[in-house]
């Protein structure tokens, strides 16, 4: 699982060299380092398992490049609001992956969030499986809002979530439906596109 951690960040990193063609592949390159570094000094932690970790990581990873090259609308705020939605699987690595990054030049800040009435002040949402049961419900309620769902669920790119994850052949892969991202107002980098394993939908 390690080998599969850094293979896949050096994918993602090798094509993917700017967030709104201002951070520079210096900053990018400087990301992975730190996502590696605390990969690596965590992955001997007791309470967890080296390839649950190591998926974790590397979905933060994804969650940071998913909101990098995903187009906003204009003045959504001060600040980057990515938000998990029911149990968090990340714990503290996704805060330490998350800290002090930035997407088009505004702060990220986490926020954990179990009132669906709250969704619609976030700009990415994860939902977590806890919630997927509630899928039609959260999607509902986000409806016409330019709010990115992301979601680690089989089939749930299906159901209307923008970005789907999942392991396939111990490799983190995505699925993307175009159609959701459009009808939110939002509009997806083709470099991203480029890694999707599949996408739905009439295109942008």
Known sequence: MRAI?????????????????KTSRARFIAVYVKILLCFISAAYSPSMQANELSEHVLKSAFLFNFAGYTTWP???GDSFNLCIYGKD???????ATLEGK????????LHRINH??????????????SEIKNLNTILDSLKNS????VADHPHADQKGVSINMEILE???????DLDSTRKAGLRLSSQLLRFAKRIY????
Do not use: M
């Open 170 to 176: 111990d490799k983190v892969t995505f699925t993307v």
């Open 146 to 149: 330019p709010v990115l769902t």
């Open 201 to 204: 939908g009439e295109g942008q």
């Open 74 to 76: 204009d003045n959504y």
């Open 116 to 129: 669906i009435n709250h969704l619609n002040q976030c700009q990415l949402v994860f939902i977590s499986f």
């Open 5 to 21: 951690f850094i293979n896949t960040a050096i994918n993602l990193l090798r094509k993917n060299t700017r967030y709104s063609g």
């Open 89 to 95: 699987p990340f714990g503290q690595t996704i805060d």
């Open 102 to 109: 930035k997407v088009n030049n505004q702060l990220i800040a």
